[in-house]
């Protein structure tokens, strides 16, 4: 699984790393710099400390992480989970007084957001060598610790009483079937979100035929979410019948005992996040946040996610990859440039605000 990850995705990310490449909760305990040389947080290592850390992914898998985080380095680890637009505005706001030191999981172009910013401070860790160029930041700004795919979410009863079947391409999702009847998220709050409209970009050829869509699927919407992940929760609970969010939270959702949902993949195309970790700029905590990146990007670190239900694929080759992470063979991935996608946000955002959901 391992090498077909790197293989169908060389030839989608490559090109652009060598260009240039959710409520917020309360916290819960749980040019580059040089670092120590091994890849995996020293056990040994119980130095006193204490980190915040700013979260985008599921929270459960957040408090784990931030449980061994602790138990392997003795460095306590407070974590707030945020949507990854509610982080960079928390981010933005908090710049010449940072609150955080860590920004963990969400996807990689709102961290190049950030970076444009100069709001992330690089850091080259040893660890990172072991990740592909193409999941990583040449500078150190960010570096991938996950890959994860969009999908669709639909209830099961909903596609049986109006005798559907669950949206194969971006397409069906404009059916009238399902006016008023699909959840996602706002791409302003929401890192998953942004990958969707961007991805939906991309699958339609160009700008304008991506916004033109885009214009289409907005009577279709019942509520844009905060977070990239609620839609999932809604269309479990029968509250829509058509979630837009990633793969990967789908498949916890069924595990957690939302079984009237479907997963498909869009055949016509789907985006993913690289999701990252990367050191907040004027951290007052350096040392400790550095530290906090060799520890995430080492295989025991990335296989923490496993044990809450978080079926990412990985980044470290040497991480036992998820049984039920999606498999590359059975989708198409479309050519998506986390570069490119952070450097257009702001001005993407500005227009889906007054074209679409005006």
Same mark, same amino acid.
């Given at each position: ?21 959710? *409520?917020?909760?309360?916290?819960? *305990? ?9 890849? #995996? ?22 408090? #784990? ?91 099961? !009863? ?30 302003? *709050? ?11 970009? +991309?699958?339609? &050829?160009?700008?304008?035929? &991506? ?20 839609? &999932? ?21 069924? #595990?957690? &005992? ?6 498909? @993949?869009? !055949?016509?195309?789907?985006?993913? #996040? ?5 050191? @907040? ?41 998820? !049984?039920?992470? @999606? ?26 605000? *007054?074209?679409?959901? +005006?």
């Amino acid at each position: 699984m391992k090498k077909a990850l790197s293989a169908t995705l060389a030839v989608i990310l490559t090109a652009s790393v060598a260009a240039g490449c959710g *409520s917020a909760d309360k916290p819960a *305990s749980g040019g580059a710099a040089s670092a120590p040389a091994s890849g #995996e947080a020293s056990k040994t290592d119980k130095s006193k400390g204490k980190l915040t850390v700013y979260v985008g992914f599921q929270e459960d898998h957040a408090v #784990e992480a931030m449980k061994q985080f602790t138990k392997d380095t003795g460095i306590q680890a407070d974590m707030v989970r945020m949507s990854g637009g509610e982080i960079l505005a928390k981010i933005r706001a908090e710049k010449d007084n940072p609150q955080a030191d860590i920004w963990y999981g969400g996807p990689a172009d709102t961290f190049v957001a950030a970076m444009n910013e100069g709001l992330l401070a690089p850091y080259k860790s040893p660890a990172a060598e072991k990740v592909d160029a193409k999941y990583k930041d040449p500078n150190g700004h960010w570096t991938g610790i996950y890959v994860g795919f969009l999908g669709f979410a639909s209830n099961k !009863k909903f596609l049986k009483d109006h005798n559907l079947q669950a949206p194969q391409t971006w397409e069906d999702l404009l059916n009238p079937a399902y006016k008023g009847q699909i959840v996602m998220a706002n791409p302003a *709050s929401s890192g998953t979100a942004y990958t969707a409209l961007y991805t939906v970009l +991309k699958v339609k &050829g160009s700008e304008d035929k &991506g916004f033109d869509y885009l214009k289409k699927l907005h009577p279709q919407v019942q509520q844009y979410t905060t977070s990239g992940s609620a839609p &999932g929760r809604m269309v479990g609970m029968g509250e829509a019948a058509v979630g837009v969010l990633f793969a990967h939270d789908v498949i916890k959702y069924q #595990e957690e &005992g939302f079984d009237t949902m479907e997963l498909t @993949i869009p !055949k016509d195309g789907t985006g993913y #996040e690289t999701g990252a970790v990367a050191v @907040i700029k004027n951290t007052k905590n350096q040392e400790l946040a550095q530290k906090f990146v060799d520890w995430s990007l080492g295989a025991s670190a990335q296989e923490v996610g496993q044990r809450t239900g978080s079926y990412q694929n990985l980044t470290n080759p040497d991480a036992k990859e998820p !049984k039920k992470a @999606i498999k590359l063979s059975d989708i198409n991935p479309i050519q998506y440039d986390p570069t490119e996608a952070g450097k257009e946000r702001k001005r993407l955002l500005d227009k889906w605000n *007054s074209e679409v959901k +005006k």
